[in-house]
Each structure stands twice: as C-alpha cells, then as structure tokens.
Nanobody, 123 residues
C-alpha cells in the first residue's frame, strides 16, 4: 500500500498560480505512475494529470494542458502540480493517487488516494 498526503491548496485570484505537493510513503517502488484528480460537489472525480515515476513522461487533461505542469522529485518521493493561469472552473478538491494498473486517464486504475486539498479560485 502507498500512503499519500497532499498540501499546498488555498485561495487564489483568477489568473494566479498555486503549487500542490503530494508526499508518498510506503511501497512507492511498486507504482509506475502517479496522478492528480479533482472533484467538485456536483461532479464526478476527474483526471487532471499523471506522470511516469521513473521516466518523467507526462499526461494532461485537455482542460489544463498548457496551464498545469506535473513533476516529481524521486529522491523525495514527492510529486507536484504547478497550476498557472487559474480559472474559476479549476475550483475543486485536488487528490493525488497512485496507479495500480490500467490507463492513467481512468480513475479505476488507481487504488491509493490522498485526503485531498481544496483549491478555490476567486474571480
């Protein structure tokens, strides 16, 4: 099992930036991909971005491509999500997750989740 803890959420004005962090512990070596998802009260949890832990290959949802950047520091077992040009539509609880098997875009592929961190973008 992998334990995940997110941090870095907060309130930011539209057009601003935030950086989220996800600290991983436990059997992290057993996971090839890590990802970020987000959820609002009236929507299902949706894919935001993912990264191949060893090679650094990245994957993004169309809605955040060009504005968000996912990265990791393997020595620290920490993943980041840099969010720029934030919009009100980005307001959500953001979760990091570890992929067990399957597509990086599919929520069912992930079996370890953090507790979430709230991001609120004010207009």
């Amino acid at each position: 099992q992998v334990q995940l803890v997110e941090s870095g959420g907060g309130v930011v004005q539209a057009g601003g930036s935030l950086r989220l962090s996800c600290a991983a512990s436990g059997r992290t070596f057993s996971r090839n991909f890590m990802g970020w998802f987000r959820q609002t009260p009236n929507k299902e949890r949706e894919f935001v971005a993912a990264i191949l832990w060893s090679g650094g290959n990245t994957y993004y949802a169309d809605s955040v491509k060009g504005r968000f950047t996912i990265a990791r520091v393997t020595a620290l077992n920490t993943m980041y999500l840099r969010m720029d040009s934030l919009k009100s539509d980005d307001t959500a609880v953001y979760y990091c997750a570890a992929l067990r098997s399957g597509s990086v875009y599919d929520i069912a592929s992930y079996d370890s989740w953090g507790q979430g961190t709230q991001v609120t973008v004010s207009s």
